[in-house]
């Protein structure tokens, strides 16, 4: 099955600065990518996802990079913000729409200091 | 528009004994995912619902089973609890092309 590995465990950054977050995987068939973000005591929130047909997306601050031949992702955050502060997971899975399974890497402790 | 709905929130049980957590989907989605996810880890999938069948399961014995409504709500059950079982369970809803949506989760604690 397919395995996503999640690179690093934790990370801080001065507030303004920017933070990278990568994850490979192991499935080569695997053809989606989202990001979530999740607070203390809430459920996991979707920030950005990608296709594998496309390698790169963009939406404001967030930003997410694909390399299918490396079989890694990674997400950008620019001008970082305390409230970006949480876990952040990488996510792959292959199939169509709602069929999806998703797997997820171990996660990212970001903590942005003002 | 209310988001994915889980409850409780919050369960304390003891091993050996069943537990049904239960599971209302984003208004418009036909399809729910259950997810554990353990202190420190990424979620890891449990089992698919669509159209009131299981499409999918993850790496879970079969002490783990769900069920799903017409009205696309979801159970999970889990019997004879281990102290292993102790986690976050998230309950996922998604439709066709759309992305999963995670509700904030029931907390277990098996004592």
């Known amino acids: 099955g397919e395995n996503v590995?999640?690179?690093?465990?934790t990370l801080s950054v001065q507030e303004g600065d920017s933070a990278v977050i990568k994850c490979t995987y192991s499935?080569?068939?695997?053809?989606?990518f989202p990001w979530y973000k999740q607070e203390l005591g809430k459920g996991p929130q979707l920030i950005i996802d990608i296709r594998s047909n496309v390698g790169e997306k963009k939406d404001q601050r967030i930003a997410v990079?694909?390399?299918?031949?490396?079989?890694?992702?990674?997400?950008h955050i620019t001008?970082?913000?305390?409230?970006?502060?949480a876990v952040y997971f990488c996510a792959a899975s292959r199939g169509p729409g709602?069929?999806?399974?998703l797997t997820f890497g171990s996660g990212t402790q970001l903590t942005v200091l003002p | 528009d209310a988001g994915v709905t889980q409850s409780p929130t919050h369960l304390i049980k003891t091993r050996g004994q069943q537990v049904t957590l239960r599971c209302s989907p984003k208004s418009g989605h036909d399809t729910v995912s259950w997810y554990q996810q353990a202190l420190g880890q990424g979620p890891q999938f449990i089992f698919q619902y669509y159209e009131e069948e299981e499409r999918?399961?993850?790496?879970?014995?079969?002490?783990?089973?769900?069920?799903?409504?017409?009205?696309?709500?979801?159970?999970?059950?889990?019997n004879a609890l281990l102290l292993g079982d102790s986690a976050l369970y998230l309950c996922a809803s998604s439709v066709l092309n759309s992305p999963l949506h995670f509700g904030n989760g029931t907390r277990l604690t098996v004592t």
């Open chain 1, 98 to 101: 709602s069929a999806r399974q």
């Open chain 1, 27 to 32: 499935d080569s068939a695997s053809n989606y």
């Open chain 2, 56 to 78: 999918q399961r993850g790496n879970f014995p079969d002490r783990f089973s769900g069920h799903q409504f017409p009205n696309y709500s979801s159970e999970l059950n889990v």
């Open chain 1, 5 to 9: 590995e999640q690179h690093p465990s």
């Open chain 1, 65 to 75: 990079t694909l390399n299918k031949t490396a079989k890694h992702f990674s997400l």
């Open chain 1, 79 to 85: 001008e970082t913000q305390p409230e970006d502060s």
